[in-house]
């Protein structure tokens, strides 16, 4: 039975959530060292599939899973391109709110692919989470809520993935989550390696100190977030683990105001508190289960 409170899960899920909140600050110095984005995750999370290959010894895959791996492969692959790619062309606070509308997105995938009814709770997490969307995203001169350049592209799509992903992971129940994590990493350096291939075959003429700085990140940084939350999500209930997940949010605005000099518009804190409110009522009914253990495979 899982405890209901743990200091260890606690700070499990305190260091996890903070290093996705600044794992940006250090994606834009391997980018400042002469690394594009493509190469930097396509370097740091091959380091990461290497460094956590142990976890998944003894598993093997069911022919019965190729397509549901096939799938998580591909969409958490892309989730966690993009948000790479979005924290790095982006502001901070701004990528992470448009991602945090993933319970919404889960929850009509939920509701089209699963035929889970979303039910009066459901129906308003999704309503709440759009209004707060259209706030954020609102252009006077359009009339319309339209992304404001490629940044918020990537950070909509990576949240909609990341709700795809979750969806994937509750069609493989039989797959342990260390395995899980393989395969999203393996998903993430596989795209990303085609990126390379297609749009930036040469190899960035960047010092080896970079190079080293990407796999590090990887093999350390990606790794270590991925099993602290797997750590606390395991040992406390879920409304607990998502809400202390949202602390990303904290970290992500702290650090980018402090490092970055990044301000925050009025629109995109009343946006964010839509946002927000909508992911912790997500966490407290039964679809907060699937998007809170599942950061941790991310």
Same mark, same amino acid.
Do not use: K, Q, R, T
């Given at each position: 039975m899982r405890a209901e409170t743990s200091p260890a899960a606690v700070a499990a899920l305190l260091y996890g959530a903070t290093l996705w909140g600044v794992v940006w600050y250090p994606l834009r110095l391997l980018e400042s060292a002469g690394l594009s984005g493509l190469w930097i995750t396509f370097a740091? =999370? $091959? *380091?990461?599939?290497? %460094?956590?290959l142990p976890l998944a010894r003894g598993w093997r895959a069911r022919r019965a899973d190729a397509a549901g791996l096939l799938a998580l492969t591909l969409a958490a692959g892309w989730c966690n391109l993009a948000f790479v790619l979005a924290m790095l062309e982006g502001t901070v606070v701004r990528v992470l709110l448009l991602? =945090?509308?993933a319970p919404a997105w889960a929850a009509l995938l939920g509701w089209l692919l699963l035929g889970e009814r979303p039910g009066l709770r459901g129906a308003a997490v999704v309503a709440v989470a759009l %209004?707060? %969307? *259209?706030?954020? @995203? /609102? +252009? &006077? %001169?359009? $009339? @319309? &809520? @339209? &992304?404001a350049g490629r940044a918020? /592209?990537?950070a909509l799509s990576a949240g909609m993935a990341f709700a795809a992903a979750n969806v994937c992971v509750r069609g493989l129940r039989g797959v342990p989550l260390g395995a899980k994590a393989l395969v999203t990493w393996a998903g993430v350096a596989g795209l990303a390696g085609l990126g390379v291939a297609w749009l930036e075959p040469a190899v960035p003429a960047a010092p080896a100190m970079a190079w080293a700085g990407a796999a590090l990140l990887g093999a350390v940084g990606l790794t270590t977030m991925t099993l602290a939350v797997q750590y606390g999500v395991e040992r406390m209930p879920v409304h607990r683990s998502a809400v202390i997940l949202l602390f990303e949010l904290v970290a992500g605005a702290v650090s980018a105001a402090w490092l970055a000099a +990044?301000?925050?518009a009025a629109r995109e804190w009343a946006g964010g508190v839509l946002i927000v409110a909508a992911a912790l009522a997500a966490a407290r009914g039964e679809g907060g289960a699937g998007a809170a253990a599942e950061r941790a495979a991310s």
């Open positions: 740091s =999370y $091959g *380091a990461a599939l290497l %460094a956590g991602f =945090y509308l %209004a707060g %969307a *259209a706030v954020m @995203l /609102w +252009e &006077p %001169a359009a $009339g @319309l &809520p @339209l &992304p918020d /592209w990537l +990044e301000a925050i």
